[in-house]
C-alpha cells in the first residue's frame, strides 16, 4: 500500500496568519494534484506539480513539489476566512488511474 | 464544458430499495470514478473505468453495481444497501493514463441510508 501522510490534521488560526500544510512519502510520485473541498461538496483542483523541485503559485498559495518527488507542501500567506476548507494531496506512484490521498488537514481561519 | 455533473445532489432510501446515481462529463475524459467518502475522512476509490470497460474494483461489495453506457456517462446502480453505506459519493473523471492524471471531480450524492 502507497502511504501518503499528510500533516497538521487540523488547523485552526486567526485570518491574516501563515501556515504550512505537508504531504510526505517514501515513494516517489509521478505527478502530486492539491484539491480544496469545503461540506458536502466535491474536491476542487487547485493545481498540479509534476517536476522535482517545482513551484507554483496561486494567488496567496504557494505549492513546492520536493527534489525527489516524494513530498510537497502547500503554504498559504496572509489566510482569510474564506480560505476555510479541507486540504488533500493526492499522488499518482506510476502514472495509472490510481491516485493515494492523505488523510487531509481541516483548516479553520477564524476572522 | 469543464464540469462534472452528479444527480441527484441527496438521496435517502431503505434498505430494500432500489436506485442509481448518475454522473456525466463533456470534457472528452476516458476515464472515470466513483469514490465513497465517509465524514471527515479523505475520498475512497471505489471503481475505475477507463476506455468505458471497468479497469479497477476495489473490493467494493456487490450490492454497489457500476456501469459505463458511454464514454460520457457513469452510474452506480445500489441496491440492498445497509446503513454503514451511508456518505458522500463522489464521481470523478481524467483523461486517462498518463503523467497528468488530474482527477476532477463532480459535487457528489449525499446518501442516507435508513
Known amino acids: 500500500t502507497q502511504l501518503l501522510e499528510q500533516s497538521p490534521q487540523f488547523l485552526s488560526i486567526q485570518e491574516g496568519e501563515n501556515l504550512t500544510v505537508y504531504c510526505n512519502s517514501s515513494?516517489?510520485?509521478?505527478?502530486l494534484q492539491w484539491y480544496r473541498q469545503e461540506p458536502g461538496e466535491g474536491p476542487v483542483l487547485l493545481v498540479t506539480?509534476?517536476?522535482?523541485?517545482e513551484v507554483k503559485k496561486l494567488k496567496r498559495l504557494t505549492f513546492q513539489f520536493g527534489d525527489a518527488r516524494k513530498d510537497s507542501s502547500l503554504h498559504i500567506t496572509a489566510a482569510q476566512p474564506g480560505d476555510t476548507g479541507l486540504y488533500l494531496c493526492?499522488?499518482?506512484?506510476?502514472?495509472?488511474?490510481?491516485?493515494?490521498f492523505g488523510g487531509g488537514t481541516r483548516l479553520m481561519v477564524k476572522p | 464544458d469543464t464540469e462534472v455533473t452528479q444527480t441527484p445532489k441527496h438521496l435517502v432510501m431503505g434498505m430494500t430499495n432500489k436506485k442509481s446515481l448518475k454522473c456525466e462529463q463533456h470534457m472528452g475524459h476516458r476515464a472515470m470514478y466513483w469514490y465513497k467518502q465517509k465524514a471527515k475522512k479523505p475520498p475512497e476509490l471505489m471503481f475505475v473505468?477507463?476506455?468505458?470497460?471497468?479497469?479497477i474494483n476495489e473490493s467494493v461489495p456487490s450490492r454497489f453495481s457500476p456501469e459505463c453506457p458511454n464514454s460520457s456517462l457513469l452510474n452506480l446502480h445500489l441496491h440492498a444497501l445497509q446503513p454503514e453505506d451511508s456518505a458522500l459519493y463522489l464521481c470523478?473523471?481524467?483523461?486517462?493514463?498518463?503523467?497528468?492524471?488530474?482527477?476532477?471531480f463532480g459535487p457528489g450524492t449525499r446518501l442516507t441510508v435508513l
Open positions: 470523478a473523471s481524467s483523461q486517462g493514463q498518463g503523467a497528468w492524471n488530474e482527477q476532477f
Open positions: 473505468y477507463s476506455y468505458e470497460k471497468l479497469s
Open positions: 515513494s516517489v510520485f509521478s505527478s
Open positions: 506539480v509534476v517536476t522535482g523541485g
Open positions: 493526492a499522488g499518482d506512484h506510476n502514472a495509472g488511474n490510481m491516485l493515494t
